[in-house]
């Protein structure tokens, strides 16, 4: 089965697990992007994934090694956006709601002689709310993601594409009333969340540009791609930065395939 949990209010980390595995221990690629961030112990914090711009996911339950390698070991996860259709095309959407809330986005994609282009963006705002059994403050979160995918296909001989994904996002959050001794081990406090002025601000770059050629009639296929990810995480108390955790992934692939 899939499992899927979050620490809180919008803006926690929220996590698949697939079979009863870890977090991550199954992979979760964006548009062939492995998107796992090394920064979090390898785990993708879907709340920062907005759904605007996506077609479909797809979730293979189940080891994957053999493609994907050891970080596949639960099961695959794919995120696949949309690409243009025929003509030019644009739409925007505005949402509003509970706490606050403002979800509002706009897409533009065009596709002519081979040539397709799709770009969009979207902002998510909300005020949160407030976990803490003291105090009264909301823990809001704020994502802005912005997306474009381009290429050219000619007579399914050659194609060609690039695609990016970047997001900004802040997330505020509550400690927890837990004092420890580091001496005597001993811990004094509620254990339960309370309220604080923390947040994190999170960004988001993903990356690929590759191409595939066909040779002998189609017989032949060749794929090759650049892929680049990379991730930061600054996190503050009272506005004064406290840590940050950086994350990069690259990586050159090519298949050939005779068929």
């Not at 040779?215 to 892929?227: C, F, P, R």
Request: hydrophobic share 35%; proline share 2%; glycine share 12%.
């Amino acid at each position: 089965g899939v499992a899927v949990s979050r620490q809180g209010p919008a803006g926690a980390l929220a996590q698949i697990r697939v079979r009863g595995a870890e977090a991550n221990q199954a992979m979760v690629l964006i548009d062939g992007i492995k998107a796992n961030d090394p920064s979090l112990t390898d785990t993708f914090d879907f709340a920062g994934l907005t759904a605007f711009d996506v077609e479909r996911v797809e979730v293979v339950r189940g080891p994957q090694s053999a493609l994907w390698g050891s970080d596949s070991i639960a099961g695959v996860i794919n995120v696949i956006t949309r690409r243009a259709e025929k003509g030019p095309t644009a739409e925007a959407f505005l949402e509003g709601g509970s706490f606050e809330t403002i979800n509002a986005g706009g897409r533009f994609a065009t596709q002519t002689n081979g040539y397709q282009f799709t770009g969009s963006l979207s902002y998510l705002d909300s005020e949160g709310s407030n976990i803490a059994r003291t105090g009264g403050e909301n823990d809001g979160y704020e994502n802005i993601t912005a997306t474009v995918r381009a290429g050219y296909t000619n007579d399914s001989i050659i194609n060609l594409e690039f695609v990016g994904r970047h997001s900004d996002s802040t997330t505020q959050f509550d400690t927890i009333d837990s004092q420890c001794n580091s001496i005597t081990f001993v811990c004094t406090g509620t254990g339960l969340p309370a309220d604080a002025d923390l947040e994190t601000d999170n960004s988001q770059t993903f990356m690929r540009f590759g191409g595939d050629l066909s040779l002998y009639d189609g017989h032949w296929k060749n794929a090759a791609w650049l892929v680049v990810s990379n991730t930061d995480h600054h996190r503050h108390a009272k506005g004064v930065k406290t840590g940050s955790d950086e994350g990069e992934r690259y990586g050159v692939h090519y298949q050939s395939t005779w068929d």
